[in-house]
């Protein structure tokens, strides 16, 4: 399996705390998760992305690059991989127009998921997927049910959360069902979502943690925003920044684990949902 990372902040922040600082930063859990590692953030409304297959705990470009990257979103993955060779074209995270996607788990028998799912996927959209992996055509599977809920497969113009969510939720439904039809255990879909506007996690079938509340912050003197990720609780789940990982990191946030089976979802409107997915 693998490991994830990733934010949305009301500030432009930098990520190197996270991914190489902090105790159980992203580069220790890489250890373990030697097979590539990717970041993809956002400069202003445009995603980019960096990857390579070393491992990160040990590849000093992971380290210049965290120490560089400031954004107001991104996405970190390092990857132990189970299908698909290691090579960059299956390095997390994916990228189509505006939209990041990254992966920690799983579709088990995806020799017998594969071909309904990317018979499901439009031309277009099928034309895109390059690699080996399960995570690509999951990708274009949940951009496929996106685009039927009105949603632009691009990501560009999208800020409805709600309408993500619930195309994301019609996605996870019919690959749940496909699965139960095809007779393959149940799929192992942990994975983060965004367009740099609308933030997605989903927790299913193994652990994932949200953080939106701070013990402290080294940068509370010269951050702008409004100080409520310093109260101890959320208040009306108004948020100004969300943190989402594989693993708690550091010893500022508040880590909350995600229920199982829930979608995590913020937008440029600040205001938290975790519910069922």
Request: proline share 4%; glycine share 10%.
């Given at each position: ?22 105790d159980?930063a ?8 030697t ?5 993809g953030?956002?400069?202003g ?24 990257l ?8 390092v990857?132990?991989?189970?299908v698909?060779?290691v090579e960059?074209v299956?390095?997390h ?14 579709l ?13 996927i439009?031309?277009d959209?099928?034309?895109r997927v ?9 990708f ?41 039809r ?7 879909v ?18 994932l ?24 609780a ?44």
């Open positions: 399996m693998c490991r994830l990372f990733g934010f949305k902040s009301a500030v432009v922040s930098n990520a190197h705390r996270s991914l190489v600082a902090a159980n992203l580069a220790e859990q890489a250890r373990a998760h097979d590539g590692w990717g970041i953030y956002f400069q409304d445009e995603p980019f992305v960096i990857k390579s297959t070393h491992g990160a705990a040990g590849d000093s470009s992971f380290r210049r690059a965290s120490e560089r400031s954004s107001h979103t991104l996405v970190a993955h990857r132990r991989a189970t698909g060779a960059p299956n390095v995270p994916f990228r189509h127009g505006r939209w990041l996607f990254a992966h920690n788990g799983t088990h028998g995806f020799d017998v998921l594969r071909p309904p799912l990317v018979d499901g439009p031309a959209l099928r034309a390059l690699g080996s992996t399960d995570t690509e055509v999951l274009f599977h949940v951009l496929t049910a996106l685009q039927t809920a009105g949603v632009a497969a691009c990501g560009t113009g999208v800020g409805d959360v709600d309408t993500v969510r619930d195309g994301a939720r019609r996605a996870l439904e019919g690959l749940f069902e496909l699965a139960a095809m007779g393959t255990p149940s799929p192992v942990n994975f983060i979502l965004t367009n740099g506007s609308v933030f997605l996690a989903n927790r299913a079938g193994r652990e943690f949200l953080a939106t509340q701070k013990l402290m912050c080294r940068d509370e003197a010269t951050c702008p925003a409004e100080k409520v990720c310093l109260r101890a959320r208040a009306d789940d108004r948020v100004n920044h969300l943190l989402v990982a594989s693993e708690p990191i550091g010893d500022e946030d508040r880590w909350e684990e995600v229920p199982e089976g829930h979608l995590v979802s913020v937008g440029d409107g600040w205001r938290l949902r975790v519910a069922a997915a």
